[in-house]
């Protein structure tokens, strides 16, 4: 049974880091697109950022490139996302998702949350001072 699990959120003040963990379960991530969405109070799911299993390709969103770096350990089957210089605006419960099909490549490049079947529970990410 496929199953994701998200840690790592927490309280942080403005311009500190975090790093955000995927562990993944019952299916191996080299076959797969693994996104990471965050959800602000009152706003949509949105994309932020993805990596392809299969050759280790990086996707940014625009208002998170040079911040957030997002790496997968294929070992530990876990996906993470380093979070610098964050900012009060990326508060939001951040969950990660992954889906597989013909086009990974596609997947992360469009990053649409209707296109990620599996999802975690998400973890809470609060930027504050």
């Not at 790093?19 to 019952?26: K, V, W």
């Not at 998170?64 to 070992?75: L, M, P, Q, Y």
């Not at 508060?91 to 649409?112: D, F, K, W």
Request: one cysteine or more; hydrophobic letters at 30%.
């Amino acid at each position: 049974q496929l199953e994701l699990v998200e840690s790592g959120g927490g309280l942080v003040q403005p311009g500190g880091s975090l790093r955000l963990s995927c562990a993944a379960s019952g299916f191996t991530l080299e076959h797969y697109a693994i996104g990471w969405f965050r959800q602000a109070p009152g706003k949509e799911r949105e994309g932020v950022s993805c990596i392809m299993g299969s050759d280790g390709s990086t996707y940014y969103r625009d208002f998170v490139k040079g911040r957030f770096t997002i790496s997968r350990d294929n070992a530990k089957n876990t996906v993470y996302l380093q979070m610098n210089t964050l900012k009060p605006n990326d508060t939001a419960v951040y969950y990660c998702a992954v889906e597989s099909g013909p086009s990974l490549h596609r997947l992360c490049t469009y990053q649409r949350e209707a296109d990620f079947g599996s999802w975690g529970q998400g973890t809470q990410v609060t930027v504050s001072s």
